[in-house]
């Protein structure tokens, strides 16, 4: 049986006639785990919001969405809402009480459940989900990965026949998220939930899935099993293609017959298969770390910082000196004071003992990219910032040029919140690049953002560093920081525990690198990025 039947539906917001969906028509069985993905700006929170009522948008619509064999519109507001569960992209934004034990307990009394069925579930949840320790606490004292684990545990409770979640790793570090997929995971097998996740990283979900939905321009291209789905991309050279998970990348960038392998461990095995018999010459990449500038764009001496002086220290003994130019990135789990410390170097926080010197002018993209919107257009928006006694003409062009940069221009007369999170991003990354900052503090700027569009912004940064430009960059897309990063640093427990020039950095890893790093252990000793590896195996296949 279908959970939902989607038929020939099409969706338009106002004052936009182009169709954000246009006639998509799908299937989604009871029990089936389905990953939708594609481009920033390609429908598909627009398609996900569509599955669950009170979220839907505004907007013109045509076709028919079936819940359960019924038109979605026809069932009451109870069934859509115990029925249907929805984690959004922020955990923040999904949270409404100050304990977890409420947190858990809200949904169902706002349902009319009694005491005992109430005490019941959340007691069945906190175990199922390991919140045991934590149940008493305050939400505010939760790392973000506890969040979206509660947001999801607060779901379950009232037992929904299929779960919508949009992006809800994008937040969250590698561990966090490889826990929470392990729970959604675990929910659509032994309970039989039916899951629709949208994901750009497709590296952990790809080999969890049943299917891989990818859209285009608010259509379907291709509907299929995720290996299947991953073929489809990378024969048409697909802009998707870039977010496949390394070992469909990499098995793809050498010449082989050997089957695609989808998963690290497959990856592994395809390795060990493609160079049987050989001896291997060529172990490591040769390739110079560029030398960091001897002056200093920030130096952080033994600072210490706390949002509240009954509080712990957020920041601890922190000494942190990063060069002039250059891409700096700073990962670690959630709640250890990465972005914090960007607060302290773009000077929303003083700490409370220790130096703080900063050389040049210093702009800031926070987490949340609407805190910086405030007018109803995204070109008024960018406008905004912008001197007041400037020339019109002279705004304009500035405008004009930052939005080629980050394409954006078709969305200049479009409003903020109606863009998709990738979308928003970038508008947002506009407005702060238009203040031409001599140190640029990015926190998490490619959440949201499709791999394709990565490419570019990568080279934007290269460019900004060309022109003089530091960029410091908290985050937790390992790949990202692997590829392009100069220098990298972790954070633990307030403090930097270790630092070193990119590849030197991951390669040291076990977790907080990536998986063609994982990948390749032990066979090669320094491959963290999809063209390491598939260069050293063609080095080593080739002789040369």
Known sequence: MAVFEINHFSFSYPNHPEPVLNDISLKIAEGEFVVLCGLSGCGKTTLLRQLKPALTPHGESSGAILFCGKPLSEWDLRTQTTDIGYVMQSPEEQIVTDKVWHELAFGLESLGFDNRAIRLRTAEMASFFGIEAWFDRDVSVLSGGQKQLLNLASIMAMQPKVLLLDEPTSQLDPIAAGDFLAAVKKINTELGVAVVMIEQRLQEVFPIADRAIVLDCGKVFTDAAPREAGMALLSVNHPMAAALPAPVIIHRGVENDL???????????????LIKDKTIKYNAIDKAEREPDKAEAVDLKKCYFTYNKSQPDVIKNLSLRIPKGGLYCIVGGNGTGKSTALGIIAGIYKPYRGKVKITGRVA??????????????????????????????EKEQRIQGVAELLEITALLDRHPYDLSGGEQQRAALGKVLLIQPDILLLDEPTKGMDSFFKITFANIIHKLILSGVTVIMVSHDIEFCAEYADQCSLFFNGDVVASGPAREFFAGNSFYTTAANRMTRGRFTNAVTNGDVIALCNKNRNGN
């Open 364 to 393: 800031m993209l926070p987490q949340n990219p609407q805190s910086l919107f405030v007018k109803s257009t995204v070109r008024s928006d960018l406008c905004e910032v912008l001197d007041e006694k400037r020339p019109s003409k």
């Open 259 to 273: 089957p695609c392998p989808l998963t690290v461990r497959e990856g592994r095995q395809w390795l060990n298969e």
